[in-house]
């Protein structure tokens, strides 16, 4: 019932974390004021399936998923099994694990590009990774890269030129390009003639289709100035395909990175490629870590992958983001409210469109807030994560709540109360923007 849900045990624990943990979360796109602070779930005690319970213990279907790592849904049985099982023989030795081998084998039967791999933790790791074998491989220095690959200094270099706390002389090996333009990457790969290592890019965002021909233009321009292509998997990956993006462009890079959905929430990256790439540069650079082989997160991506295989998970994915995409649009329509969906099902992302920029922020505020209070989670902008558990009813509830919540949104648009009727608190970092 929409007003009825508190989260006075989040807002508390929230006032103590506040004062422990610089920006109060570990992720930033985790932080409670990138939602609607005050009127939405900050802390999270319980999940299954597709649903997630915070620690007032008020039930939500989510569409936040971790940000993307959840793909078959939370607790999945095969997956927590194999979890349990290994964590009863051990969670990392000195001794190699079994399951890197069996792990390394099903990546290779499922991507393309695989043909040797490593495993590390985060998206992070694993595209620095790839970097440092593209340089070593190519003795070259110069990285061409478009969208964001992590936290680390090689880069952060690129973003906001450069993050502060990054050394300035990094941004000299790093350049950027104009999203699907394939003349601004051919300038730059003339620009930087000899000297361009690898072309990095994730095969689809969230916020647009990819124009035909695009990948293979990439491809083509890569294979002429002799740059290895490399694409960020970690959001396609093991969500549009079984293969990721390099699947469904029918387009196979030299180097891929996968994190989010490799293990269905435990933390395994994997950075894999051609033989002569990966063999020549691991034996040439140090790429070592000490988790590198922990076997709980093993076995839960050796769990998850066999069911990527055997079960229909993207098909399912695929569809059930196809249904909430056009009933998203739907609503919109009916309520006079523009809200738009963008990208590919799997992933979708969602924008307001009102001209008025803050109009459109606070409405955005609002949508989260009235949807949580009818217990749907969604993000502000997508993306729109959907796992294997989100099935008819989850569907259902969710385009209820979008139903009413856009009509509560309409009048207050109508009548000028939108600022009004939001319940968010104000903190101090509140006026910071995390969109
Ligand atoms: C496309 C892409 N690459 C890399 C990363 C970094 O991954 P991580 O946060 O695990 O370091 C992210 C994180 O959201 C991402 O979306």
């Not at 964590?87 to 069996?102: A, M, Q, T």
């Not at 990948?215 to 960020?232: I, K, N, S």
């Not at 209820?400 to 104000?426: F, M, N, W």
């Amino acid at each position: 019932m929409p007003g009825h849900r508190s989260f006075d045990r989040s807002l508390e624990l929230y006032a103590r974390a506040y004062e422990l943990i610089p920006g109060g979360s570990q992720t930033n796109s985790k932080r409670p004021t990138a939602y609607a602070y005050g009127a939405f779930p900050i802390y999270a005690q319980d999940a299954e399936g597709a649903r997630i319970q915070d620690v007032d213990g008020n039930w939500y279907v989510d569409y936040i998923l971790g940000l993307g790592p959840i793909t078959l849904g939370y607790c999945y049985p095969e997956v927590d099994d194999a979890i349990r099982e290994q964590l009863g023989r051990g969670i990392i030795y000195g001794l190699l694990s079994p399951l890197e081998v069996e792990v390394a084998e099903r990546v290779c039967e499922m991507v393309p590009c695989a043909e040797m791999v490593r495993f590390l933790k985060g998206g992070a790791e694993v595209t620095g990774a790839a970097a440092r074998i593209a340089r070593a491989c190519t003795g070259r220095e110069v990285i061409l890269n478009n969208g964001y690959r992590g936290w680390v200094d090689g880069w952060g270099a690129q973003y906001s030129g450069p993050e502060k706390g990054v050394p300035g002389c990094l941004a000299g090996v790093i350049d950027g390009w104009d999203r699907y333009d394939l003349g601004s990457l051919e300038a730059k790969l003339q620009e930087h003639e000899g000297q361009v290592a690898m072309v990095s890019i994730d095969p689809a965002s969230g916020g647009s289709t990819v124009p035909e021909g695009f990948h293979q233009g990439v491809r083509e321009l890569c294979d002429r100035y002799g740059a290895l292509l490399m694409y960020d998997e970690i959001v396609t990956g093991f969500r549009m395909a079984a293969g990721g993006g390099q699947e469904y462009f029918g387009v196979t890079p030299d180097l891929a990175c996968f994190a989010k959905g490799a293990a269905n929430g435990m933390p395994l990256g994997i950075v894999c490629g051609r033989a002569e790439i990966m063999r020549k540069a691991i034996d040439d650079v140090t790429i070592s870590v000490t988790y590198g082989g922990e076997a709980l997160s093993l076995a839960a991506g050796k769990a998850a992958m066999d069911v990527y295989r055997a079960e229909p998970v993207f098909d399912t994915i695929w569809a059930t983001g196809e249904r909430l995409m056009q009933g998203f649009e739907e609503l919109g329509e009916k309520h006079g409210v523009p809200l738009h969906c963008h990208g590919y099902a799997p992933m979708s992302s969602q924008t307001i469109d009102y001209e008025d920029k803050e109009l459109a922020r606070d409405v955005w505020t609002l949508l989260l807030q009235e949807m949580a209070q009818r217990g749907v989670l969604l993000r502000r902008g997508g993306l729109l994560f959907i796992t294997y558990s989100h099935g008819e009813a989850e569907v259902e509830e969710t385009l209820h709540a979008l139903d009413a919540s856009l009509a509560v949104i309409a009048e207050a648009v109508d009548d000028g109360t939108v600022k009004k009727r939001l319940r968010v608190t104000d903190v101090q970092e509140s006026f910071r923007s995390f969109t």
